[in-house]
């Protein structure tokens, strides 16, 4: 995807995703995954009974998705890449206001 990084053996997490300095998802393990969304996605995802609460975040946006066979694969993708269309949004919102890509990345998001 673009505009991410990767971090392997990123603390409790096998592998944490980014974009710019923002975590959107991390993987624990044996189809653990916890992905990031937007508030209203994540009611949404919730509701819809696609992905499970988050244990310690979910006033961050985390939802937990565990992928048990290749089959899971999909709808995990499809989680992944509504955090990550979400989080690349801000940072196109954050150069915008900047006025240059150069400062937006200099200055990053944090929550």
Not at 27 to 33: K, P
Not at 70 to 91: C, N, T, W, Y
Request: aromatic share 6%; hydrophobic share 35%; with cysteine.
């Amino acid at each position: 995807m673009p505009g991410v990084t990767e971090h392997e053996n990123a603390g409790i997490h096998e592998d944490a995703f980014f974009v710019v300095r923002t975590m959107f998802m991390h993987i624990h393990g044996h189809g653990h995954c916890d992905i990031r969304l937007e508030k209203g996605d994540q009611e949404r995802v919730l509701a819809e009974g696609k992905a499970s609460p988050h244990r310690w975040a979910p006033e961050q946006g985390y939802v937990t998705f565990r992928a048990h066979n290749e089959k899971d694969l999909e709808p995990a993708m499809e989680l992944i890449r509504m955090s990550h269309h979400h989080f690349v949004g801000r940072q196109n919102v954050l150069r915008a206001a900047n006025g240059n890509n150069h400062e937006a990345n200099e200055v990053g998001i944090k929550e």
